[in-house]
């Protein structure tokens, strides 16, 4: 029920983009994304979100939904984590950006993510609500030909590393011409390569990660208790993904590469109380995209 609920309201909501003042295209994507391992826990996700355009150029919302599913062994290193295994978190984010252009070069941006993220079992309200936000000012060159770069500087409080922090923000991107592209540091760090109209070769380095109210029942039986826990989750993967264009508007999107990074723990009362086995694993993901 819950997961049809998310897919509705995505299906409804689409997200408006800019950046400083870039702007970027108007579409809606569906994803699926496999970070298999050999020990410990494989993790299935779908996503699906959008972007739309404003005319104004200077005002975003949207909203982002994604449904983790948990292939994990049941643990029993400790009391606290005894008979506990997880199998589902969903999140679901919208998001509010205001930018102002200082001037010709430069613009501030500021946003807020309110973001339900739990596995929605028993009163999951106490913990499955998170608040973030964030700033940032951006710095935009134009010259001759098209040639674009820009510098983003600022910083977050958000579940991007997976429990509550803050994160600097700080990307360098340029736009050599209408086949390469690169970007580098937080949030984006890629390189484009647009071969013609239809393919274009993709490498990136990527994050995932959440920060999310789960519901426990440990015991059995009459000694049975029901418990509220935050699960953070952490993916850090580095992968080439490959775009086909394949009818006016709709592409299609396959990545493969490595999860080079993971960790998955478990926190009552902000105090961490398990970490599960997570190991450097395959990663594959598979898309489709259709820009307005």
């Given at each position: 029920?819950?997961?049809?609920?998310?897919?509705?309201?995505?299906?409804?909501?689409?997200?408006?983009?800019?950046?400083?003042?870039?702007?970027?295209?108007?579409?809606?994507?569906?994803?699926?994304?496999?970070?298999?391992?050999?020990?410990?826990?494989?993790?299935?996700?779908?996503?699906?979100?959008?972007?739309?355009?404003?005319?104004?150029?200077?005002?975003?919302?949207?909203?982002?939904?994604?449904?983790?599913?948990?292939?994990?062994?049941?643990?029993?290193?400790?009391?606290?984590?005894?008979?506990?295994?997880?199998?589902?978190?969903?999140?679901?984010?919208?998001?509010?950006?205001?930018?102002?252009?200082?001037?010709?070069?430069?613009?501030f941006?500021?946003?807020?993510?309110?973001?339900?993220?739990?596995?929605?079992?028993?009163n999951?309200?106490?913990?499955?609500?998170?608040?973030?936000?964030?700033?940032?000012?951006?710095?935009?060159?134009?010259?001759?030909?098209?040639?674009v770069?820009?510098?983003?500087?600022?910083?977050?409080?958000?579940?991007?590393?997976?429990?509550?922090?803050?994160?600097?923000?700080?990307?360098?991107?340029?736009?050599?011409?209408?086949?390469?592209?690169?970007?580098?540091?937080?949030p984006?760090?890629?390189l484009?390569w647009?071969?013609?109209?239809?393919?274009?070769?993709?490498?990136?380095?990527?994050?995932?990660?959440?920060?999310?109210?789960?519901?426990?029942?440990?015991?059995?039986?009459?000694?049975?208790?029901?418990?509220?826990?935050?699960?953070?989750?952490?993916?850090?993967?580095?992968?080439?993904?490959?775009?086909?264009?394949?009818?006016?508007?709709?592409?299609?999107?396959?990545?493969?590469?490595?999860?080079?990074?993971?960790?998955?723990?478990?926190?009552?009362?902000?105090?961490?109380?398990?970490?599960?086995?997570?190991?450097?694993?395959?990663?594959?993901?598979l898309?489709?995209?259709?820009?307005?």
């Amino acid at each position: 029920m819950v997961r049809a609920v998310v897919t509705i309201i995505c299906l409804f909501l689409v997200i408006a983009g800019i950046w400083g003042q870039e702007k970027f295209p108007e579409m809606i994507q569906l994803e699926y994304s496999i970070n298999k391992s050999n020990e410990g826990v494989n993790v299935y996700q779908t996503r699906i979100g959008g972007s739309k355009v404003f005319a104004t150029g200077n005002f975003r919302i949207g909203v982002v939904a994604d449904a983790y599913k948990f292939d994990m062994d049941y643990t029993y290193t400790s009391a606290a984590v005894e008979d506990m295994h997880f199998t589902e978190v969903y999140t679901l984010r919208p998001e509010v950006f205001v930018s102002y252009l200082l001037d010709d070069a430069w613009s501030f941006t500021a946003y807020v993510q309110p973001e339900i993220a739990s596995d929605f079992h028993g009163n999951w309200t106490g913990e499955g609500f998170n608040m973030g936000y964030g700033g940032y000012f951006t710095r935009l060159w134009k010259q001759p030909g098209e040639a674009v770069s820009s510098l983003v500087i600022g910083g977050e409080y958000s579940t991007a590393f997976g429990k509550l922090r803050f994160v600097p923000v700080l990307n360098y991107k340029r736009k050599i011409n209408t086949h390469w592209e690169y970007a580098l540091g937080y949030p984006y760090t890629y390189l484009s390569w647009n071969i013609n109209p239809k393919h274009t070769i993709r490498p990136v380095l990527d994050l995932d990660a959440f920060y999310a109210g789960v519901n426990a029942v440990t015991g059995y039986f009459a000694d049975a208790e029901s418990l509220l826990y935050k699960l953070s989750y952490l993916n850090f993967n580095g992968r080439i993904n490959y775009e086909y264009f394949f009818n006016r508007g709709w592409n299609l999107l396959a990545g493969l590469g490595y999860s080079i990074h993971n960790e998955l723990d478990l926190y009552r009362d902000d105090t961490k109380v398990h970490t599960y086995d997570m190991a450097s694993s395959l990663y594959i993901s598979l898309g489709i995209k259709y820009k307005f």
